[in-house]
């Protein structure tokens, strides 16, 4: 059985003007996703990582090259539906937890159900993915009251709340010591087993090691495919 391609981009490129000169931050870059994959991307700061994660996340737009996520073609779309796309399609976990620091844990993951329009009973559905990360004894407690591996555990649940086609995490564990990123990179791994792609974006060897095909960037293009 042929695997189900998630993400496919084709020679994408972005260049940012900076006065009369021009910015190369990715040049022709062409990857494969396949359903299911948990994939890392790692290379030094300035390679292009974080700009193909915004593009991929639909934060940004190509300058050339196409852009197709679970068949569609994202280039194509109008800034309104690469919103309603990045809501309800792409799941989001971030070093800094991004979290709400007046909303409690359940309403943190909850919030994102809320702004898709997928308001029955959102805070039902936020409980039960906060159990599946473990943290239903804490869905009360506001994001002060809660650990770094804790907040990380929210975000993870937040990224899940929508049943996204892909996770996109940006140094998830940047922020932890090595036992609780350990803890963290566990529970990826235990998520992508369950079928979710994940695209990770690290400088860890040790957290690269938990994905299943490791990405190499240098100077905006991928060094190995």
Do not use: W
Not at 42 to 67: Q, V
Not at 84 to 93: E, K, V
Not at 180 to 198: D, K, N, Q
């Amino acid at each position: 059985m042929t695997a189900e391609t998630i993400i496919q981009t084709d020679r994408v490129s972005r260049d940012y003007p900076i006065g009369k000169a021009k910015i190369h931050a990715l040049r022709e870059v062409s990857i494969s996703i396949q359903k299911g994959e948990f994939v890392a991307l790692m290379g030094p700061s300035g390679s292009g990582k974080t700009t193909l994660l915004h593009i991929l996340g639909c934060l940004d737009t190509p300058t050339a090259g196409s852009y197709t996520l679970e068949g569609r073609e994202v280039s194509r779309l109008t800034r309104s539906e690469r919103a309603r796309l990045r809501n309800q399609r792409i799941g989001f976990i971030f070093q800094s937890f991004n979290l709400l620091p007046r909303l409690s844990a359940l309403d943190n993951v909850a919030l994102p159900r809320l702004y898709g329009g997928k308001a029955e009973k959102p805070r039902q559905h936020a409980a039960q993915i906060l159990e599946r990360v473990g943290l239903s004894e804490r869905a009360r407690h506001l994001p002060n009251e809660l650990s770094g591996g804790e907040r990380q555990r929210v975000g993870i649940a937040r990224a899940l709340v929508m049943n996204p086609a892909i996770i996109l995490a940006d140094e998830p564990t940047g922020n932890l010591d090595s036992v609780t990123s350990s803890e963290i990179m566990t529970l990826l791994a235990e998520i992508s087993h369950a079928g979710v792609t994940i695209l990770m974006v690290t400088h860890d060897h040790d957290v690269a090691a938990y994905a299943k095909r490791v990405l190499h960037m240098r100077d905006g293009k991928i060094l190995q495919e």
